[in-house]
């Protein structure tokens, strides 16, 4: 852990919470990012556009911390295409039979005491760390 950056992971996770919370209370909506593109694309007019100016905050929101920080976005090497396309790929499954994703089940369920999201945020990490065990150690991907 050569870059645990307190400041700035609790300031991440304020704005976080502040923006789900907010899109809740104006727009009865959960921040769950994978519904929300998932809407951006095959949603009416309406729904795009509130959509569509959420994924662009996110993307708008690392550019401008990449920027104040002046710092640049690691990148991550020896990792084999195909296998981070089947990554993709196994995250949108994952995350269609979970009716959501991390953010969505972790952030929003969890603070409104959702036992599905309980049980769903559980599942997620569990994968995650069995998965990063399977890659990085016995498959020796990306070490």
Same mark, same amino acid.
Request: with cysteine; proline share 3%; net charge positive.
């Given at each position: 852990?050569?870059?645990?950056?307190?400041?700035?992971?609790? #300031?991440?996770?304020? @704005?976080?919470?502040?923006?789900?919370? #907010? @899109?809740?209370?104006?727009?009865?909506?959960? =921040?769950g990012v994978s519904g929300i593109l998932f809407g951006?694309?095959?949603?009416?007019?309406?729904?795009?556009?509130?959509?569509? *100016?959420?994924? @662009?905050?996110?993307?708008?929101?690392?550019?401008?911390? *990449? +920027?104040?920080?002046?710092?640049?976005?690691?990148?991550?090497?020896?990792?084999?295409?195909?296998?981070?396309? @089947? =990554?993709?790929?196994?995250?949108?499954?994952?995350?269609?039979? +979970?009716?959501?994703?991390?953010?969505?089940?972790?952030?929003?369920?969890?603070?409104? *005491?959702?036992?599905?999201?309980?049980? +769903?945020?559980?599942?997620?990490?569990?994968? +995650? *760390?069995?998965?990063?065990?399977?890659?990085?150690?016995?498959?020796?991907?990306?070490?």
């Amino acid at each position: 852990m050569n870059h645990f950056t307190p400041v700035s992971a609790l #300031l991440g996770g304020l @704005l976080i919470g502040l923006s789900a919370s #907010l @899109l809740l209370w104006l727009n009865g909506r959960i =921040a769950g990012v994978s519904g929300i593109l998932f809407g951006l694309l095959s949603g009416s007019l309406p729904e795009r556009v509130w959509r569509g *100016l959420f994924v @662009l905050g996110l993307v708008l929101g690392t550019a401008g911390y *990449l +920027a104040l920080t002046l710092t640049s976005a690691p990148v991550r090497q020896g990792f084999p295409v195909p296998l981070l396309l @089947l =990554a993709g790929l196994l995250t949108g499954f994952g995350t269609a039979r +979970a009716n959501g994703c991390t953010s969505g089940h972790g952030v929003c369920g969890l603070a409104r *005491l959702s036992l599905r999201s309980l049980v +769903a945020t559980v599942t997620f990490l569990g994968v +995650a *760390l069995f998965t990063t065990y399977l890659t990085r150690h016995l498959l020796e991907v990306g070490t």
